[in-house]
């Protein structure tokens, strides 16, 4: 923890350095490697959150993928006019796509790139703007693969006209490219919903929300397995806080409520405590069918979490966390 809490201020460091107008040095244009580097670009020293990290480097792989589409495209494009199949229009396009469409996919890219670096993970205006950006790329892609006649792309359309003129070589092309768009898009849309379910895991709902949430989620156990059902179990906490002052003792004239004494904290852990164990399977399946909610709960909490643990770590003399 503290190897990575000193990597992160170093790295903090750095693009403050960059920012404010220090030395370049500090974060070196190193991409592209040729002929000429203009931006710095390391996803490993950088991006340091193994989830962002994971599906960062799947956009970058995903962008020369993307290349590598339009690259094939322009291949098919120009066999379909060949063979008198497609349009000259869809050739033209389909030189213009490979020269302006990986620079506008590479924004997208950046974009989640210098977002994921600068960890700003909830509210970010740079998030919101690539996924709707990346969305867009996405609906592209689609488009292309269905191969409508004047988009330049081939696709499905121009693959059935390829098979009834029997240009079965130039169908079977039409057919690849039909995979290669629907291949990619279903990869970009697979980053896209990991992406929102790693940044909004509680789909933005308000603390109250989530509150209510995992007690509707607690209802349907009852007492199949899990100890007790949810009504003893608020019956039982209940009952244990409203005995945190006194406890019920045998005396010379009955049963009586006698105050705790000074041994008051222990005594009240220990009746909690007793709830907690009797109930823990129930307590863990809740916790863990509502995890996605917990932990956005957490998520928008991170301050205050950490000022609690911070706390905690410090009463029991473990110091800094």
């Known amino acids: 923890t503290q190897t990575n809490t000193k990597q992160s ?90 020269f302006t469409l990986p620079l506008a996919a590479f924004y997208v890219y950046f974009l989640l790139y210098s977002s994921s670096r600068q960890r700003k993970r909830r509210s970010s205006f740079a998030f919101m703007t690539f996924y709707c950006l990346f969305g867009t790329q996405i609906a592209a892609e689609i488009l292309f693969s269905i191969g409508i006649p004047y988009v330049g792309s081939g696709g499905l359309v121009y693959m059935i006209q390829s098979f009834n003129k029997n240009q079965v070589a130039v169908g079977i092309m039409n057919l690849i490219s039909l995979l290669v768009w629907v291949g990619l898009a279903g990869f970009h849309a697979f980053i896209w919903v990991q992406l929102r379910r790693f940044h909004y895991p509680a789909s933005e709902v308000s603390d109250d929300e989530q509150r209510a949430g995992l007690t509707a989620n607690a209802d349907g ?24 002052d006194f406890h019920v003792a045998d005396t010379p004239d009955g049963l009586e409520k006698v105050e705790y004494d000074t041994e008051l904290p222990g005594q009240v852990a220990a009746v909690a405590g007793k709830v907690a164990y009797d109930n823990r399977e129930y307590i863990a399946q809740t916790a863990y069918d509502n995890r996605e909610q917990i932990a956005g709960f957490a998520a928008r909490n991170s301050d205050a979490v950490a000022g609690y643990g911070t706390q905690f770590a410090n009463s029991q003399g473990y110091g800094a966390l």
């Open 221 to 244: 156990y009852g007492n199949e397995g899990y100890g007790a059902g949810k009504s003893d179990l608020l019956a039982e906490g209940e009952a244990a806080y409203q005995s945190r």
């Open 9 to 98: 201020s170093t790295m903090m460091q750095s693009e403050e350095s960059f920012i404010a107008g220090g030395k370049v040095s500090s974060r070196p244009k190193n991409w592209p490697p040729w002929p000429k580097s203009i931006i710095h670009h390391d996803i490993d020293g950088e991006i340091l959150d193994p989830v962002l990290h994971t599906y960062t480097t799947y956009s970058y792989y995903g962008w020369f993928a993307f290349i590598v589409a339009l690259l094939w495209n322009f291949i098919i494009c120009l066999t379909l006019l060949i063979v008198s199949v497609g349009h000259i229009s869809d050739l033209i396009l389909s030189i213009i796509y490979p």
